[in-house]
């Protein structure tokens, strides 16, 4: 397994490494992230870890860049700041977790760890189908954009990731617990509003403008994305 550490503290990057190494991974080392989408573009590399505060271009955009070149590999932010909205912008612009400094070695091995085995059953269970459909509502796959009546609506990686999880269980109750398992992994915040703030814009993108609103709340229980409430 091959993995790229995009840090400028070179004291930092050589402990990542150094740790990472003594698991049996293969670990690549950048100052910069333009030097990083470089390396990305030669090697195959199964998971990124990045801070967000870089000399020139900052983890944010770099990790923007990944997604938009169409890059599915697993994404780990690491930074200094830990307030909801700035987790928030790194999980938007397609980070996949989210550790905040200091931490200990043993978590970040830990979230890895998630992360491979979670990229690995997505590739094992991978539907052939493009995409799905419910109701007036289309999951292309492929480009991973949503289209309800014909209207193209453009989601963020987690939005589209959220959509996709309850596309997949219509007319079903999700609790908390069941959608942070399977769009956040089993390492969120549990005290955390995320989930209830990514619904908002769900329903902001999805049901602005329609008669009928398909992703609905229960209080205290859960969502449903339904079209018979």
């Given at each position: 397994m091959k993995m790229l550490i995009v840090e400028d503290n070179s004291r930092v990057s050589a402990l990542l490494k150094r740790g990472l190494e003594?698991?049996?991974y293969q670990v690549y080392i950048s100052e910069e992230a333009e030097e990083g989408?470089?390396?990305?573009?030669?090697?195959?590399?199964?998971?990124?870890i990045t801070d967000i505060m870089l000399t020139g271009m900052d983890g944010?955009?770099?990790c923007k860049k990944i997604r938009h070149s169409g890059k599915k590999i697993p994404i780990i932010m690491l930074t200094a700041l830990g307030t909801i909205d700035e987790k928030i912008e790194g999980f938007d612009a397609g980070a996949d977790d989210y550790l905040v400094k200091p931490f200990?070695?043993?978590?970040?091995?830990?979230?890895?760890?998630?992360?491979?085995?979670?990229k690995s059953d997505t590739v094992s269970t991978a539907d052939e189908s493009a995409q799905i459909v419910?109701?007036?509502?289309v999951m292309d796959k492929r480009t991973k954009v949503i289209y309800r009546e014909g209207l193209a609506i453009?989601?963020?990686?987690?939005?589209?990731?959220?959509?996709?999880?309850?596309?997949?269980?219509?007319?079903?109750?999700?609790?908390?617990?069941?959608?942070?398992?399977?769009?956040?992994?089993?390492?969120?915040?549990?005290?955390?509003?995320?989930?209830?703030?990514?619904?908002?814009?769900?329903?902001k993108k999805i049901d602005k403008g329609f008669e009928q609103k398909l992703i609905h709340t229960k209080v205290g229980m859960g969502f449903i994305l339904s079209s018979k409430i």
């Open positions: 003594s698991q049996g989408l470089i390396l990305l573009e030669k090697i195959d590399f199964d998971l990124i944010i955009t770099f200990e070695i043993r978590e970040l091995y830990a979230r890895v760890k998630a992360l491979l085995q979670r419910y109701g007036n509502l453009n989601l963020t990686p987690k939005e589209f990731n959220l959509l996709h999880f309850m596309m997949q269980n219509p007319e079903r109750l999700l609790t908390r617990d069941e959608i942070a398992d399977n769009v956040w992994g089993n390492n969120f915040d549990t005290g955390t509003n995320y989930i209830d703030v990514y619904i908002a814009y769900l329903r």
